[in-house]
């Protein structure tokens, strides 16, 4: 073939690639959509010991065909305090079983012509797309179909390259000795590699299943392969967890761990396991007598098999061993000491990570709530300046105080920016409801930040003009302070448990008292300045902040309204 040709089917082979990868997508992110919250409820719900955590990873896996969305919804999930490490553990441990689907479906694409298949499904996909009802259906049918497509498009690929009757391609992995650890490590690194740089398993699995069938990469190379892509998969969630919290990133970790730790033992016994597995499939890689024909049939097989084996069997030993992970994972990543929370961060949203939007919309809901409890925090930073005497700790803590409501704008900011682009993606219509009512409570919360910084600008002001409010004042303003506080709790409360949980008229009782409160307290005001007990001054700062105290209970109504909408 000249070399216009080999640019063409190499030009195939990366097009099919990058189909398989597409395909890989829509049908993971419409298997998501059509469970809706009830994949995440599973998770968050069945994991109350190793073995059932690791079924829930095995299933959810399965069912969105990606372990990548797993593992990152579980760190998700630690990050928010949601699965202890050691559940995680075991739930990625299932993920990695799960994942193996993937690998019999590619060997069935390489067996079987599934052309017949293919164009009904496209067929069928666009009518059910274009149905309100059914469109998750028809996008699960289109992920499918591109899927099945590119595995037929790369069989044809493969066949057209000769590679079998090539001589420079079967004297270059011919030079590769097959029976030496240090080749078998090469490739595993190789596989590795090329895992980190594409973040697709899916798509090396389907390049390795591409040169085993031609015959022209031996059996033992590409099982070191399929060995690195176990490696290289773990990027994707000690990616997602860079920006998280300690315990998140050793749930990442110890994805890590479980696959390195596999991958040594079977290295150290590399040789008969492989040929116990081939053997398994009716194959010998020592005395290989078999047709090409069949051979190219049996190998895929084989590489299905032994990602099967080697997760199975690495989940077997490990889960008995998920406390000593664990405590190897808490020292390789220790708590910082003094770790500063000061300076802006978002906890749970990350940019650079390709997530599903249905899992992102779970992340901005827990950023939220990160949101809300910073400005319960801020709210307490005020209530401390009010008794703040000397000069050099009230500057000080406003400083801290005038920081936070910077952050506060940035967060709104930043979190409306990543629901702007999670609502431009296929959101079903729940979702699309979900962010709306998710954008109103940021904005609330930004509220609720510019009051808390009001009422330390009023408090900063009386101390500037030399004003001091009388003891009745300051225990009007305490008791004030503390109804608003309860109502930031019972909000947070809302906001982090489930509806059936949260008894909502106990934030409405409290901003009906606010509100008495304010009524009453602005009518002794005026009593108390006609009286002469305080200037009309001190009587104006006093009120400004009674004020905005009420107007922050008013905000507080406003999210759990919101919230309340969401959980509907």
Known sequence: MSTSDYSIIFMKIMGSLALLIYGMKVMSEALQKMAGSQLRHILGAMTTNRFTGMLTGTFITCAVQSSSATTVMTVSFVNAGLLTLAQAISVIMGAN???????????????????????????????????????????????????????????????SLDLEHNPDAIQFFSSFDRNSHLTILIF?????????????????????????????????????????????????????????????????????????????????????FVNFVCRLVGYDPVNDTLPAAQ??????????MFHTC????????????????????????????????????LRFIHSG??????????????????????????????RDLLTTKEDAAFDKLYERIEKYEGISDNMEVEI??????????????????????????????????????????????????????????YDSINQMFELT??????????????????????????????NNYRAQLRTRNINDVNEHKYTYTVGTLYMDIIQECEKLGDFIVNVVEARMCIRK
Request: charged share 20%.
């Open 97 to 159: 079983i799960g994942t193996t689907l993937t690998a019999w479906i590619m060997s069935l694409g390489f067996n079987v012509d599934l052309t017949l298949v293919v164009f009904p499904a496209f067929f069928i996909g666009i009518i059910l797309i274009y149905s309100k009802k059914r469109r998750y259906i028809g996008d699960f049918l289109f992920g499918i179909a591109f899927l099945f497509f590119a595995l037929v498009l790369l069989s044809s690929a493969g066949k």
């Open 310 to 345: 080697f997760n199975v069997c690495n989940t077997t030993v490990l889960i008995w061993f998920i406390p000593q992970m664990e405590r190897v994972a808490c020292w390789a990543i220790k708590v910082k000491a003094n770790k500063e929370e000061e300076d802006f961060r």
């Open 188 to 272: 595993l690194l190789i596989g590795t590699l090329i895992t980190c740089i594409v973040q697709s398993s899916a798509a090396v699995m389907a390049i390795t299943i591409l040169l085993c069938s031609t015959g022209v990469l031996p059996i033992y190379l590409g099982i070191a392969l399929v060995m690195g892509e176990n490696i290289g998969t773990t990027a994707t969630a000690n990616l997602a967890a860079l920006g998280a919290n300690t315990q998140a990133r050793r749930a990442a970790f110890a994805h890590l761990l479980f696959n390195v730790f596999g991958v040594i033992w079977v290295m150290c016994l590399f040789y008969p």
């Open 295 to 304: 051979k190219a049939a049996l190998l895929p097989i084989v590489l299905a």
């Open 416 to 473: 409306a920016k990543y629901l702007d682009q999670v609502s431009d993606a296929h959101l079903s219509d729940d979702t699309k409801e979900k962010v709306r009512d998710m954008l109103r409570e940021i904005t609330e919360i930004e509220s609720i930040g510019d009051s808390c910084f009001n009422i330390a600008r009023t408090i900063k002001r009386k101390r500037t003009i030399k004003e001091e409010f009388t003891e009745a004042q």
């Open 485 to 514: 506080d309860d109502a930031l709790t019972q909000m947070n409360t809302v906001l982090v448990k489930h509806k059936c949980d949260v008894d909502v008229t106990r934030t409405f009782t409290i901003e009906n008292e606010i």
């Open 353 to 382: 990570i390709m997530k599903t939007p249905e899992l992102s919309v779970l992340e901005a809901s827990k950023e939220i709530h990160s949101y809300a409890e910073r400005t319960h925090r801020m709210f307490g930073m005020v």
